[in-house]
């Protein structure tokens, strides 16, 4: 039987986000809410796609269709928004053996290409897969250039003593050796969300770089998420603010999304304190007590930031970009935003 792909409506809609939560790939960013806020804001039209074998639902794939004249292009997440993973989202296909679960994902993918491709006829097309989407064959045996993308992410599984033994010995050395009186870290809510935005914006034009995510986009899909959450992890000092991580949880992880800045380059005050790594330690702590499996500290592609990350001794794990086009779009489309 083969995989019938439409767009989602009434019935389906009512029911997306619980196949959001079903699903391995599934991020709040997925969520149906959080996608009409991404839609919002990058300009574009949403085809939320799903897709059916027999009565039984095997995949989602939300895609954003933005016209520019007279060319179409396709995206899943939208650009300029920084939305770290999206692509299709599987379910149902786990259970299955090798072959059967492979035949299925296979179909499901070339349903949703074939539906791109007939009712939107792209000139250019971009998808960014979650961590978890290992098997992207389909793309590339449809025209589709698969480039592998990594991540790293903490085991939260473990005990704290554990996950604190492996980081590296400065790390171990910030987090045990800081007095905890002199700083307080919570989380909080729009204020904080604005304060971590103003710095990593104060931050990215400080080395000339167009920083480009609306706020306005941060608020709402905080606000928007159902069963997400967007989590403001601030760091103060004598009630003077610091330092600030912006982390997206959903499920059984947590990702670090935008902040963990430098602040002597940034506008805030220079304080004697190991700020990102005890704000990271925070964020490991709180996402183990309440249960979570990972801390994904989201890209590791950056040579120079790799470094810091890579002292938390996490796992690497890979994702995957997939671009669709000629050569010449290829090249116009570096006005995508890829996160690193």
Not at 106 to 121: G, K, M, P, Q
Not at 227 to 248: K, S, W
């Amino acid at each position: 039987m083969s995989v019938e792909v439409r767009v989602a409506a009434d019935e389906d809609l009512e029911r997306w986000n619980g196949y959001v939560e079903r699903s391995p790939q599934g991020t709040c960013c997925h969520e149906l809410e959080a996608l009409k806020v991404q839609a919002e804001h990058a300009n574009a039209t949403l085809h939320p796609l799903i897709g059916f074998k027999g009565q039984e639902v095997v995949g989602l794939c939300p895609v954003f269709e933005i016209r520019k004249g007279p060319i179409t292009t396709v995206f899943s997440p939208p650009p300029h928004l920084r939305v770290p993973y999206l692509g299709p989202a599987l379910l149902n296909v786990d259970k299955l053996k090798r072959r059967k679960r492979e035949k299925r994902t296979e179909r499901f993918l070339e349903s949703c290409l074939e539906w791109i491709e007939t009712e939107l006829d792209p000139r250019y097309g971009h998808m960014r897969t979650a961590p978890s989407f290992d098997d992207v064959r389909a793309f590339t045996w449809n025209g589709y250039d698969a480039s592998p993308e990594y991540t790293y992410a903490v085991d939260l599984t473990r005990e704290e003593d554990e996950i604190l033994d492996s980081f590296s010995s400065d790390a171990r050395r910030n987090v045990r050796n800081t007095d905890s009186d002199a700083y307080d870290i919570s989380v909080g809510g729009p204020h904080e969300i604005r304060q971590i935005y103003e710095q990593v914006r104060h931050r990215y034009e400080s080395q000339g770089i167009s920083f480009g995510v609306p706020i306005e986009f941060v608020l709402e899909l905080a606000s928007a998420t159902a069963n997400g959450d967007v989590r403001p992890y601030t760091c103060h000092v004598d009630g003077e603010f610091v330092g600030g991580i912006l982390a997206l949880e959903y499920g059984g992880r947590i990702g670090r999304w935008m902040g963990g800045v430098r602040s002597d380059a940034d506008g805030t005050p220079t304080v004697d304190l190991p700020t990102n790594d005890l704000l990271d330690w925070a964020i490991v702590r709180d996402g183990r007590q309440r249960g979570l499996e990972a801390y994904d500290l989201v890209g590791a592609d950056t040579q120079r930031i790799n470094r810091y990350k890579a002292k938390f001794n996490p796992d690497l794990e890979t994702y995957y970009s997939l671009e669709y086009g000629s050569w010449g779009m290829k090249t116009a489309a570096s006005l995508y935003d890829s996160v690193k």
